[in-house]
């Protein structure tokens, strides 16, 4: 007996680190992706996970325009706990995501195991029901579908729900089964804290009650009178019912981006309609995922009729079948119960369609058809239990590779927003998202793309805030001042007080040479929020120009204290410690920057013109190539290199370097032409 608890004990291990690596190995290059859309506002600017002391203000907080961590405290609180062990990156937060999936991965197969050993499952699958429950888990776990839930940051509320969702339905299915063998209900407790917390995670968990109860019906008890016996197993697991209402209407629900009163539940429907056969295409064939499809609605019948006859068809024919063939029919039911919170009547308006809504429902589908095709293939086709299991390898390492593809579009965010701008081309938030990432690129092709797209929203005019926001960034980086500040002030007229806005207005006041009302913006956006690291950076950039040099120092040191990874901080640091005269300071704040940003121009060049002070041309060359390189429009590092080339005898490339220079504009003194021999004629 013992021999045989040990042997279970060691298979649930193995079983663990098989599924654990597999997807580690699939979600692994997806750390280094950034923070995407709703992550910013979720995490970076979501001042209520900043610290866990006191606790209540995690909990409880104020709501914004549906953010995705709004109503639900739980994942609020796993964020803050999140930050407080790993810090801002997000690569902290995705390890975390990719723990709870491997997690859901793990729940997923307790429950499999366990129902596919049922006397209500045939004979085939109960046999092998630890071998099908590993294959279903696993190649549930590795396939890209999941990506939206795991890769993506905030969309931990999908997967963190989901795991509420499991461990409630699991502790459920163990207790019934342990109540009626040895008649008692420890499990009964438990089973209500797990759902009332999984109320706090997401909307979703309203399901469970249901879930349990079609599982029961259909595996557990094999009748509805057995069900009914379970009453109170059922009962406890509708705890989840009160804890969302709670969320729903005490701490403020999801604002006005979902609920009856958000858009037409009508033609919300029509749209679901046609929203399910998407996602069951893209758990049958999961190419061609899209990151986001818009906020649109049906027309109406004429449009979405069809599909709406087609759903409304084959979700009862799943019934009436689940009413016949409890056990055939379940998962198809179970999978039309997890969409229903999200994809039936009830608006979420902001998104109308999305792939990460089907995370846990897919579940439903592939776990049972990995069994029907086992049963299928040992049965009719003969085919070894060593055949299909290496069968399942090759499936896992396809949908392995398509994740990997996957994560290495969120690596390229570009990626994702040009395939969801191909998937639907009116897409005004794949335009604006789009039209952002390329502005970041800083070259003239991109920067004249991404104008091109914003006109395009313009043009809707349904997005006014963003795209002013947009617009400001995009003008920026043009070096138009005045225009940017235009489109900053359209934004803060909507918003006064958004922080991040107003250290955007004081950026573009210190570029227009209006320093004290700069100064003053950049004050009331730290005093607002003064864990914006860009802020601080510009106070200190201001403080600079108006001579206050320890001033700015400090605020470049509290930039990288907030922000540790923050490039510019360490670079603009170095210049106050190089300013001030401490080099050996100054080099290790610009060696820091490089490290973190080698493809930054201006942190290579102004270590190099440090180098250049300590006597170490060779080392300052290579920085002036590198950021030449990076920019070779950058005027002045090809000034300085060509003075080091000329200091060192070598004319040739001196002279080139100083021809560029008068090529891009810039006044050398007529001592460095005359030594080269350049006539001033070249400007």
């Known amino acids: 007996m013992a021999a045989a608890a040990g042997s279970i004990v060691w298979g649930k291990l193995a079983t663990a680190v098989i599924v654990c690596v597999a997807v580690g190995l699939a979600y692994v290059n997806g750390l280094a992706a950034p923070f995407i859309m709703d992550d910013f506002s979720s995490i970076p600017a979501n001042r209520s996970i900043r610290s866990l002391r006191p606790i209540w203000p995690v909990i409880c907080y104020p709501h914004g325009e549906g953010r995705t961590h709004d109503g639900r405290p739980l994942l609020n609180l796993s964020l803050a706990v999140n930050r407080a062990a790993t810090g801002t990156s997000p690569i902290g937060f995705r390890v975390v995501n990719i723990l709870i999936h491997c997690g859901n991965a793990m729940f997923l197969f307790a429950m499999a195991s366990t129902l596919l050993a049922r006397p209500a499952i045939p004979a085939g699958v109960r046999e092998r029901s630890g071998d099908i429950a590993l294959a279903g888990s696993l190649l549930w776990a590795l396939h890209p579908l999941c990506t939206a839930a795991v890769t993506y940051v905030i969309q931990r509320a999908e997967s963190l729900g989901a795991l509420m969702i499991l461990a409630t339905v699991v502790t459920c299915v163990h207790g019934i ?5 040895r008649r008692h209900a420890r499990l009964l407790p438990l089973v209500v804290v797990l759902a009332a917390l999984a109320g706090t995670a997401k909307e979703t968990s309203v399901a469970i009650p249901l879930l349990t109860v079609l599982i029961d019906r259909a595996v557990l008890s094999e009748s509805w009178r057995g069900t009914l016996r379970h009453w109170p197993w059922h009962l406890a697991a509708a705890a989840s019912w009160p804890s969302v209402a709670v969320m729903l209407t005490v701490l403020g629900g999801r604002g006005s981006s979902a609920g009856l009163d958000s858009a037409s539940p009508w033609l919300y429907l029509l749209t679901q309609a046609k929203a399910i056969w998407l996602y069951l295409f893209r758990i049958c064939w999961p190419q061609g995922l899209v990151f986001d499809y818009g906020d649109f609605l049906s027309a109406g019948l004429a449009e979405s009729g069809g599909w709406l006859v087609a759903t409304a068809a084959v979700f009862a024919g799943v019934v009436y ?42 579940a439903a589908l592939i776990v049972p058809a990995v069994a029907g095709a086992w049963l299928i293939a040992s049965r009719r086709l003969g085919l070894s239990p060593r055949f299909l299991g290496m069968a399942v390898g090759v499936i896992a390492l396809a949908l392995g590779l398509s994740t990997v593809a996957r994560n290495q579009e969120f690596v390229t965010p570009e990626r994702l927003w040009r395939k969801a701008l191909a998937a639907e081309p009116r897409n005004e938030r794949a335009m604006i998202n789009l039209a952002a990432q390329l502005i970041a690129k800083k070259d003239a092709a991109s920067l004249g793309e991404a104008e091109r797209l914003l006109a395009r929203v313009a043009e809707t005019g349904r997005y006014p805030k963003v795209h002013a926001v947009n617009s400001g960034s995009l003008l920026k980086v043009q070096g138009r001042y005045p225009e940017a500040l235009a489109a900053i002030d359209a934004v803060l007229e909507l918003t006064p007080d958004e922080p991040a806005t107003l250290a955007d207005r004081g950026y573009v006041l210190w570029k227009l040479g209006r320093l004290p009302e700069a100064l003053a913006a950049l004050d009331q956006a730290t005093a607002l929020d003064d864990q914006i690291a860009p802020a601080w950076l510009n106070r200190g950039n201001v403080q600079l120009d108006l001579g206050k040099q320890d001033e700015a120092e400090r605020s ?26 401490d080099r050996a300071a100054a080099l290790a704040a610009f060696d820091r920057a490089v490290s973190l940003d080698a493809a930054d121009p201006e942190a290579r060049y102004n270590r190099a013109n440090l180098l250049v002070a300590l006597g170490r041309p060779a080392d300052a060359l290579a920085d002036y190539d590198a950021a030449i390189g990076n920019d070779p429009r950058f005027r002045d590092a090809h000034f300085n290199r060509g003075v080091v080339h000329l200091r060192a005898g070598r004319l040739g490339p001196a002279r080139a370097d100083i021809e560029a220079f008068l090529q891009l504009g810039g006044k050398p003194p007529d001592s460095v032409l005359q030594a080269l021999g350049v006539q001033r004629g070249h400007e």
């Open 177 to 181: 089964l342990a109540s009626d063998v």
């Open 321 to 362: 079948g689940y009413a016949r063939y409890p056990v055939l029919f379940l998962g198809p039911l179970l999978f039309f119960v997890l969409l229903g919170p999200t994809s039936s009547v009830i608006p979420v308006k902001t998104q109308t369609i999305a792939e990460h809504r089907a995370y846990l429902a897919s």
């Open 556 to 581: 470049f040191a509290r930039s990288v204290e907030i922000d540790p990874r923050y490039a510019k901080g360490w670079d603009h640091l170095g210049i106050a410690r190089q300013a001030r005269g």
